[in-house]
């Protein structure tokens, strides 16, 4: 996987232009899972799959005149940062609730991408085009927040933060400390038959995996795309959970 900061100008138009694609799709889908029992929302979010292909269409015009015809495959997938969307078709049936956070969602990632390209371009052209689309992808956001009509935006806000920041890594680090400790603690039980010895090849075995852990969770995502925090503080939870989860 390569870093968003290594892309080039080039790169960062071929991502924007997948991403739109895969967000045009994703908004069919959802759609079409509205449209037995919503018919009005399915239409709204046809019409956000519209404005989503004429993003793309935008950004094609602007990379032919740039850097030609070829464009070459660059998926969200392969770069860090990017948070994993979940297929449409396994969440059927399909509520408007849960179609609009997961628009919701999508848009916010697509903005923070479209702002860091934004900021990281210095061709005058494409860093105005990702701007712009920087823009038309907020107020996405705030159509989608619209449809789900959660009583306490601000504290969904938090939660989301929260979740994303602490619970997420703290989990992650909670699972990996209980599983990956468990053979050289067994193995130390029934190769020495004794317990302070047991104890400290499992608080030495804790004690690496939490590092381990740590650096792992902080170098898989800088949280420039993605929100989620600072890459310490994701890092030291995960590394302390994985510790304490011996």
Known sequence: MRSFKSLSEQEILALAIATEEEDARIYDD??????????????????????????RHRLLDLYRQRFGDHIPLIRRQDVRGFVKRAPVWLSRPLTVEQ???QAQVMEEETTLFYESAARK?????????????????RRHEQIAGELEAPAHDDEHAKKRLFVLQVVQPGLAGLMDGSVSTLAPLFAAAFATHNSWDTFRIGLAASIGAGISMAFAEGLSDDGSLTGRGRPLTRGSVCGLMTALGV
Do not use: C, M, N, W
Request: glycine share 6%; aromatic share 2%; hydrophobic share 40%.
């Open 30 to 55: 959802l759609a079409d899972g509205l449209a037995a029992h919503h018919p009005a929302e399915a239409d709204h979010f046809r019409k956000l799959r519209t404005e989503e292909d004429g993003h």
């Open 99 to 101: 179609a609009a956070r």
């Open 121 to 137: 371009a210095t061709d005058v052209s494409i860093r105005q085009l990702l701007g712009d689309l920087a823009e038309e992808e």
